[in-house]
Structure formats: C-alpha cells, structure tokens
C-alpha cells in the first residue's frame, strides 16, 4: 500500500481487505459477527439472549473462513490474468486490470457466500438447541426458546444490490 505506484500489482490480501471493507460496511469485525449471530436469532425465532453465546462463535468461524478466501482470490486472479493475455498477449497493463477486477469480484463473491453460509449455520445451531428442548431445568434469562416460527436466511439488503469499488454488479453469491 505505502510506497506502491499505479504500474505495481493488487496483490490477494490487498483485494480480500477491500471486500471486507465492502461487507463490513463501515463496521467492525465484532459488529459484523453480531450481525451474523442477529440474523440467526431472527430466522430462528429465538429469544435474543441467545446472541450473547452465539456471536463469539459465529466470529470464531468467520475468521476461520476469512483465512480461506485468499487463495481462492489469487487463483481467480491468476486465471482472469492469463486469459487476457491469451487474447492480448502484449496488453499487461489490461491483464493486470483484468485480474484486479476478477480478483476482487471473486472475494465480493466469497465474502457474501460465507455470510449466508454462517447465518445458515447458527440457525440449524440453534433449531438443534430448540429442538432438544430442556424440560424440567430452572427458567434461565439466557437458554435458547422460541418467540416465533423460523423464516428464510438471505443477504441484508444493503448487500444486496451493492456495486464493487470498480462500479461493476457483484455476481450472485
């Protein structure tokens, strides 16, 4: 970032960064994560005690996912990169253009999937809490019940119909 010139290459993490940008929306991690865990107590229809102990481990996953994303970006890169330079091989400025672009589209693409795919997660966590059921404990503030009937999980929507800091539409997750 410091000391870099227009000719010098995005590189993966520089593309991951700026999707993450993209989905944390002027938010945080821990913003993010609860947002995550938010989303599950409302497609479940559970109680919202239940996001003091689910947001840390929907963070704990996010992060482990996040480190995955990476690669994927750099062999979307890659690919879009010698595609272009199989049409044009002495366009490298284009080349690189083609690769940033795949390349950030691709961990637009990635980031997205994986929010559906952790507020997916919780949901069936806590149906698996609701549906064991704890009869005959001690009413707790905190156990897992449920206010009303379960509903659909999907992209918010200021996800949504988002365009990338290349002003193209991201693809569908």
Same mark, same amino acid.
């Given at each position: ?14 593309? @991951?960064? &700026? ?6 929306? *002027? *938010? ?29 481990? @929907? ?22 990169? &010698? ?13 690189? &253009?083609?690769?940033?672009?795949? *390349? ?14 952790? @507020? ?6 806590? *149906? ?14 905190? &156990? ?30």
């Amino acid at each position: 970032m410091a000391g870099r010139s227009e000719s010098d290459p995005v590189y993966p993490e520089d593309l @991951v960064r &700026s999707a993450l940008k993209w989905l944390l929306r *002027g *938010g945080t991690w821990e913003a993010l994560a609860r947002e995550l865990a938010w989303a599950a107590v409302q497609a479940a229809g559970a109680n919202y005690a239940t996001i003091e102990w689910l947001t840390p481990l @929907v963070e704990a996953r996010l992060a482990d996912k996040v480190d995955g994303v990476e690669f994927a970006v750099d062999m979307a890169s890659v690919r879009a990169r &010698s595609a272009h330079l199989q049409l044009r091989p002495s366009d490298r400025t284009g080349a690189d &253009s083609a690769a940033t672009l795949e *390349g950030h589209d691709e961990a637009v693409r990635r980031l997205g999937a994986m929010y559906v795919e952790e @507020v997916e997660w919780a949901v069936s966590l806590i *149906g698996e809490r609701l549906d064991r059921g704890r009869r005959g404990e001690r009413y707790s503030p905190f &156990s897992v019940r449920r206010r009303r009937p379960r509903s659909d999980v999907a992209l918010p929507s200021a996800l949504d119909d988002v365009r990338t800091p290349f002003g193209r539409r991201r693809r569908a997750a």
